[in-house]
């Protein structure tokens, strides 16, 4: 039979270099919570989750970066494992190199609760991030929070990447933040409820996505841009032949610019 930690996991990094982070086993359940907290450190790639189909969480994952560098992919959730409860990721003054999933890697990491994903302080992203997993389904919601000066280099997807939401998606990105491009659906993912975004005080390069990249929004894509500068357009639905929302709604407001609305 497969080891299990029957209770919670407690994980934290502190000024160390490490290949890759696990918050749960390798084909080991974690019945109870599951907790990572990674300080000033250098790390590959980070899973809140575990390695392996059987490595199943049971409780709630928190998920802290600090003042680290990221030399691959951040994963709220696990690597092939699923996650029965919520994820809550914390992202702070960190340089990342490669992309933020707010779910898990892979067909079978499946996330039954909701992800809740804050980027905040200065945090540098090279390439994009997801609400949801990396052909890992959620089943819940995507909560994202950008803020305080944050850069993503690529684009911010409210959904997963090839992967669904069976969920709402809900975006915040404010406080002198810049993306290039914004959805507030998914890359080749659905969502399955509402796609809600507001842009603050804040800057697109380029266009803002009330919908997905080839990706459905099963209700309403809702944009309001408040107080801040999209380089090119701003759509109320997606990019793409498959990208259909049921609805939209855009508020374009103080004092914002565009090319196209």
């Known amino acids: 039979a497969s080891a299990q930690v029957r209770g919670n996991s407690t994980t934290t990094i502190n000024n160390s270099t490490i290949t890759t982070v696990y918050g749960g086993g390798e084909a080991a359940a974690v019945t109870g919570a599951t907790k990572v907290s990674i300080n000033s450190s250098t790390i590959t790639d980070v899973f809140g989750g575990g390695e392996g189909e059987n490595a199943e969480l049971g409780g709630e994952i928190g998920l802290k970066i600090d003042e680290s560098t990221i030399k691959g992919n951040v994963y709220g959730g696990g690597d092939a494992g699923k996650s029965k409860q919520d994820i809550d990721i914390d992202i702070d003054s960190t340089t990342i190199d490669y992309n933020v999933y707010g779910a898990g890697k892979g067909g079978t990491s ?152």
């Open 110 to 261: 499946d996330v039954s609760g909701n992800v809740d994903l804050t980027i905040g302080t200065e945090t540098n992203i090279a390439k994009n991030v997801y609400g949801g997993g990396d052909q890992g389904p959620l089943l819940g919601n995507a909560i994202i929070t950008v803020l305080e000066e944050t850069v993503i280099t690529d684009s911010l997807y409210g959904g997963g990447n090839n992967a669904d939401v069976n969920g709402y998606s809900t975006i915040r990105f404010t406080d002198n933040s810049t993306v290039t491009n914004i959805f507030g659906g998914g890359n080749n993912g659905n969502i399955g409820s509402t796609a809600t975004m507001t842009v603050q005080a804040s800057t697109v390069l380029a266009n803002a996505y009330g919908g997905g990249n080839n990706g459905t929004v099963a209700s309403t894509s809702k944009i309001t841009v408040d107080g801040s500068t999209i380089g090119n357009s701003v759509f109320g639905a997606g990019k793409g032949e498959t990208a259909s929302v049921l609805s939209s709604i855009v508020y374009f407001q103080n004092s914002s610019t565009a090319e196209y609305v």
